[in-house]
């Protein structure tokens, strides 16, 4: 199993490597796995571009913006709350609401960046 090491986290890698065929079999696996990867990426960037639709850099900055004052707001809370000296549970309910909110819009934009980077939806940079 290969592993690969960054500066921050470690990958290892799962796909089987088999030693004991033939070149031309090994070749004969690599171009099915290739042809399974295609109909994924083909799967996905139709599924993908009727779902998010095109994607152009005013809705990137209006996804982020929405990310912003999620957080904001969370940790705006957070301060007022701990400013006041104690934390109740309904307190803590109301946290864990912001907390979440502001995860989703940030995972939302992570998979959103990962649809652009792969080609999934069509994107048009700030002109």
């Known amino acids: 199993m290969a592993t ?6 470690r990958r290892t890698s799962d796909h089987f490597e088999p030693h004991d065929i033939t070149p031309e079999e090994q070749r004969r696996i690599r171009g099915a796995l290739e042809a399974m990867d295609y109909t994924a990426y083909a799967c996905n960037r139709e599924v ?5 639709g095109k994607v152009d850099a005013a809705r990137v900055q209006r996804l982020a913006v929405a990310t912003a004052q999620a957080r904001a707001r969370w940790v705006a809370e957070t301060l007022k709350m701990s400013d006041a000296g104690t934390v109740g549970a309904e307190q ?3 946290l ?4 979440r ?3 989703e819009l940030s995972e939302g934009y992570d998979a959103l960046r990962r649809l652009i980077e792969r080609g999934y939806v069509a994107f048009t940079p700030a002109a």
């Open 92 to 94: 803590a309910q109301r």
């Open 101 to 103: 909110t502001y995860e």
């Open 4 to 9: 690969t090491a960054t500066s921050s986290w």
């Open 96 to 99: 864990s609401t912001l907390r």
């Open 48 to 52: 993908m571009a009727a779902h998010v």
